[in-house]
């Protein structure tokens, strides 16, 4: 297992990860209708690094890592990650995670934060709970759930300072 | 006193209105040596409705409205206010914060979010509260103040159902 930064040749890969997860639209605020080359130009834009992880030579999930906000909130780092759907289960979040904050560390960033956790998400919310993210923030409604309707999503943040 | 959409036209009366307050770097998130022409690219993108408000002619606050998210995250809307420092108190950012939950309202969003209203900045946070507005998520030191150093930002958020 091997977490890389990726490289334009990785863009097919990271598609056919990123494609099902924007379609289905259960978990990221993305448009699901998004092209290939609207979705990669999010996915890979010049304000974020952007990585892939792979298993066996074969990549299985995607990162990406940016400052959460300018200026005076520019130590504070976001990450959005995609797993693809048949290796689910297997730590590949979670090992993502892990590099991801290694990475802003090394960067400088001082904290991290997830503006919208989709509430309904209980895999991803208790994976962050367990590598030590906080709920700061809950906001009631906040998510269009394709077949669950309106539901909550969360903030969550962690210092990356010394455990 | 009047609230318009912004037009080219003003885009000097803007930009010395939010130049100070970038420059200031106390209450927004931006990049306190941004250009006019990043500034004026920021806060009247073709991501959101830009709007001023007028005092006898004279455009004393802007503000701006978009959607907070994208996909499911889509009706919920954002909004960012400034006002000319020397009309602070009279009023104006209350005047264009009702005026924005009008535009919301109209505009099929069914609540607002403010993501990162800097603690530290009281007049503003119980301006929000007056107005309706929840403190809903308090980010542990995610805004670096000038002066301060590292203080919290909080997020607020208002349903813009019938009260």
């Not at 080359?37 to 304000?47: C, F, I, N």
């Not at 940016?66 to 990650?81: E, K, L, P």
């Not at 560390?105 to 209980?122: D, I, K, T």
Request: hydrophobic share 40%; proline share 3%; glycine share 12%.
């Amino acid at each position: 297992m091997e977490t890389r930064p990726a490289t334009q040749a990785d863009e097919d890969s990271i598609w056919s990860i990123i494609e099902p997860v924007i379609r289905a639209g259960e978990t990221y605020a993305l448009p699901r209708s998004m092209t290939r080359a609207e979705a990669l130009a999010y996915w890979m834009g010049d304000d974020r690094a952007t990585f892939v992880h792979e298993d066996d030579g074969r990549v299985v999930g995607t990162y990406y890592l940016r400052a959460n906000q300018a200026g005076g909130g520019d130590h504070v780092a976001n990450c959005g990650y995609m797993t693809r759907a048949a290796e689910s289960g297997r730590g590949v979040a979670r090992s993502m995670c892990e590099h991801s904050m290694e990475q802003a560390r090394e960067r400088g960033f001082r904290a991290m934060q997830f503006n919208f956790v989709v509430g309904a998400n209980g895999r991803a919310v208790r994976l962050w709970l367990f590598l030590g993210f906080e709920i700061v923030g809950r906001l009631p409604g906040a998510f269009h759930h394709p077949s669950k309707g309106y539901v909550d999503a969360l903030v969550m943040y962690r210092s990356l300072g010394a455990i």
